[in-house]
């Protein structure tokens, strides 16, 4: 049977596991078992005419107040040493003769249970408190409790150091206890932050993920879809006034389309793991600038005017750098066929020892022509992802990009990135 420890990313279980829980008849024998030891010794005193004429009722009812005590000292350690001290007190008023060993028995197991529960200076005290009462109790008629006779030092010691060793060894025993609980109560705190820690671990991944995917998804798909939607405008346009033309643009929507599903079939395999070190090989340098020439004249076939200018080996720059460059040109390409209306656009790449520059310039309608009712002037807030996923991408190969209006007329985006990027690669 599957449990929680064998699930990985399963909570923690909030109490004992049940197959490590004592047998119930154990818990019982280890809680009342010792509470035995004192109704043992008031029932075997007043059977046994131990005690004296009237001290009969105060016998069996020390004796059934310290077996309650001792028994309810796990629930109630408090209460449970407390209401032993009380028996303790209650023998400075009567002669009970041959109580010493029953007084000294009464408090030791509740004051172990306090010590273990409450923290040092608390059980300290408890302690002090406890031994009073034992010294006071024994010194109120020592020649009934040892037999060296009238009050003398050798009776003092006794009375000194009986109570003493049974205090100090129950408040020893008890805090010892305490340092264990505390001790395990810190692992469990610690395991708990450990849990959440996983927890939170999991959670940003999963959301880095899910944005990591809509972001490719994005490059993938928004490019080819504005190439196809110009171009199928375009043909419907001039269906009847030059078929040649028509034809051409509805042959340039099926190429488009033809290539995105490529490209999602090679990044869902990706995704998934599945593809080879071949495939991934051919992937990466489709991904990459080598392919910047096709998408500009996907843009020149939708009716702009594109041109490329590049200086520099592109083929020498990270595979990382490579494809988000190419993500940013594609993004920017977009940006001019879906909003700028304009009739050219000039993409250049300028590779330099250290650093590669993508610039993205058209004529269009700029950034204020382009802002539609209710957007914001800022093309990253007007409720696209695509410069908020680019700016996102040259972030991780340590890039900055910036998109301004062009002089004269138009928008010009501006990347730059080292040609050393955060992961070190070159």
């Given amino acids: 049977m599957t449990t929680a ?61 310290t077996t309650l005590a001792i028994g309810r000292r796990l629930e109630r350690p408090v209460g449970a040493w407390i209401l032993s001290l009380l028996v303790v007190v209650s023998s400075w008023f009567v002669s009970a003769s041959g109580a010493y060993l029953l007084l000294v028995f009464v408090p030791v197991l509740p004051l172990a249970a306090v010590t273990a529960a409450r923290p040092p200076r608390a059980s300290l005290a408890a302690a002090g408190l406890t031994f009073v009462a034992l010294f006071a ?30 205090v100090l060894a129950a408040w020893l025993i008890g805090y010892a206890l305490h340092v264990r609980g505390r001790y395990a109560q810190a692992l469990l705190e ?38 196809m939607v110009v171009q199928a405008s375009a043909a419907d346009a001039v269906w009847d006034a030059d078929p040649v033309r028509a034809r ?21 395999a990706a995704m998934r793991g599945r593809e080879d070190e071949a495939a991934g090989a051919e992937r990466r340098a489709t991904e990459g600038l080598a392919r910047l020439p096709a998408v500009v004249e996907q843009v020149r076939a939708a009716g702009v005017d594109a041109r490329l200018e590049v200086a520099g080996d592109v083929a020498a720059l990270p595979p990382a750098l490579d494809v988000s460059l190419l993500r940013v040109a594609q993004e920017a390409l977009t940006n001019v066929l879906r909003h700028a209306h304009a009739t050219t656009a000039t993409v250049s790449v300028r590779v330099a020892d250290d650093a590669v520059t993508l610039t993205v310039a058209d004529d269009g309608v700029g950034l204020e022509g382009s802002r539609g009712a209710g957007d914001a002037l800022d093309p990253e807030r007007r409720g696209g992802t695509g410069l908020v996923g680019v700016r996102e991408r040259l972030a991780v190969v340590g890039g900055t990009l910036e998109v301004a209006p062009r002089p004269g007329g138009g928008t010009v985006l501006r990347a730059s990135a080292p040609r050393t990027g955060q992961d070190g690669a070159r």
Avoid at 248 to 268: K, Q
């Fill in 137 to 166: 109790s024994s010194v109120t008629d020592p020649a009934d409790y040892v037999s060296v006779g009238p009050l003398s030092l050798q009776a003092l010691f006794v009375c000194v150091l009986v109570p003493g060793t049974a």
């Fill in 248 to 268: 051409d643009a509805v042959r340039a929507v099926a190429d488009t389309g033809r290539a995105a599903m490529g490209e999602l079939r090679a990044m869902l």
């Fill in 5 to 65: 420890e064998t699930v990985p990313g399963a909570p923690l279980p909030s109490g004992p596991d049940p197959a490590d829980a004592a047998p119930r008849w154990l818990v019982l024998l280890w809680t009342w078992g010792p509470a035995a030891v004192p109704a043992l010794i008031g029932v075997v005193t007043v059977l046994f005419g131990r005690a004296s004429s009237g001290d009969g009722p105060w016998w069996l009812l020390a004796a059934t107040l």
């Fill in 190 to 227: 610690r395991a708990r932050t450990l849990e959440r820690e996983r927890d939170s671990k999991a959670a940003r991944a999963v959301a880095e993920e899910r944005t990591r995917i809509a972001r490719e998804l994005h490059d993938v798909v928004s490019h080819n879809v504005a190439v």
